[in-house]
């Protein structure tokens, strides 16, 4: 390359997350290996010292982050360090400090605690990881948060979901500098999707219903998951919760944050997923086992909230089983098998270029 590589800074401190910010490094050298010099990569810290991740792996920076010279990009990972105030007063600092000078500041995952202490997503959309969104939302009410999102682009500012999402939005990233066939070959490196489908709540429902059900809604939760071809109506949810209809509807939303009807949907578009990557049952039978009243029905949910088709979802997540007998909406998927054609003459396209 005869331009610059652009400065990417990862600033660690004493309880980061280690794949929040190991996998965007990972995914900027696989970039380096398509073309050289593409980026130059910056550990940073805020003194310079050596510090430990989350799980114990202790990392020595390159620097101190006001040594780094210029940067183009600075990307905060998540963990447990930085909801700790000692931690992200002293970050939240930083960033108010260096973030005119960058042309992206990047939150990963729980990194949004430092980034929103910061103020500088006051009045912009963002994301983070699920289990965490209510927490945000109420520390940080002046953020536009969209809790079901994999990543967000208000930019300057960039955020993503949880842990395995630090690898979605530095794909992003990458696609933004480099296009699309710098980004896909960098993808198929990682074996990853370039572009996930659908967003955080296809990982997390059965957990955050669980997790988020107090009170009379433990038992509920439990009873619902291992009985979703029965009769969940809010009617026979009321019944089962001993409550009136009106006063079970309401309770549950403050609960959960959603209808008990949006709920159900989700649990059993979940429940759909395993049976679709963990048998060859056909989609009709699968739709009746997890109670939907019709297999075009479940066809239209499962596609409202994952962004393909049962069959289609099979064939991207499932094992290499031959279609299911009685399944007549089910094709073989696409042909990956070419390299993607990576020009040696392109160039980064910078944001607003």
């Known amino acids: 390359m005869t331009e610059p590589p652009i400065r990417i800074g990862l600033l660690a401190y004493d309880g980061f997350q280690t794949l929040d910010l190991t996998g965007p490094l990972d995914a900027f050298d696989s970039a380096n290996s398509q073309c050289r010099g593409a980026y130059a990569t910056v550990t940073v810290s805020l003194d310079g010292a050596p510090v430990a991740s989350e799980p114990g792996l202790r990392i020595l920076p390159d620097c101190a982050l006001d040594d780094a010279g210029a940067l183009d990009t600075l990307l905060v990972p998540g963990g447990a360090g930085l909801r700790r105030p000692e931690v992200a007063g002293p970050i939240a600092a930083a960033l ?15 990194g949004i605690y430092g980034v929103a202490a910061a103020g500088l997503l006051d009045g912009r959309r963002a994301t983070t990881h699920w289990l965490f969104a209510a927490d945000i939302r109420r520390r940080f ?30 794909l992003a990233l990458i696609e933004e ?33 669980q997790t988020l059900a107090v009170d009379g809604f433990a038992e509920l939760s439990q009873w619902v998951a291992a009985h979703l071809a029965e009769d969940l109506t809010v009617e026979a ?14 309770r549950f939303k403050q609960v959960f944050g959603v209808s008990p009807g949006q709920q159900i949907e989700a649990l059993r578009l979940d429940a759909a997923r395993d049976h679709l990557t963990g048998s060859r049952a056909a989609v009709e039978t699968i739709a009746r086992m997890v109670g939907f009243n019709s297999s075009d029905a479940f066809r239209r949910a499962f596609d409202r909230q994952f962004g393909l088709s049962p069959t289609d ?22 042909d990956q098998s070419r390299d993607p054609s990576l020009d040696p003459a392109a160039r980064r396209r910078r944001a607003g270029s």
């Open 96 to 110: 108010r400090r260096v973030a005119p000078s960058l042309r992206r500041v990047v939150s990963i995952c729980t």
């Open 141 to 170: 009410p002046a953020i536009r948060l969209e809790p079901d999102a994999i990543y967000v682009v208000d930019a300057p500012l960039y955020s993503s979901a949880g842990i395995t999402a630090a690898v979605d939005l530095s």
């Open 177 to 209: 500098d480099y296009g699309p066939a710098m980004a896909l070959a960098v993808a198929r490196d990682l074996v990853v999707y370039l572009k996930r489908t659908g967003g955080q709540r296809q990982y997390s429902e059965p957990l955050r219903f």
């Open 237 to 250: 949810l009321a019944a089962r919760a001993g409550l009136g209809v009106r006063q079970f509807s309401r």
């Open 313 to 334: 979802y099979r064939h991207r997540f499932g094992p290499a089983l031959s279609a299911p007998e009685g399944d007549k909406h089910a094709h073989p998927p696409p």
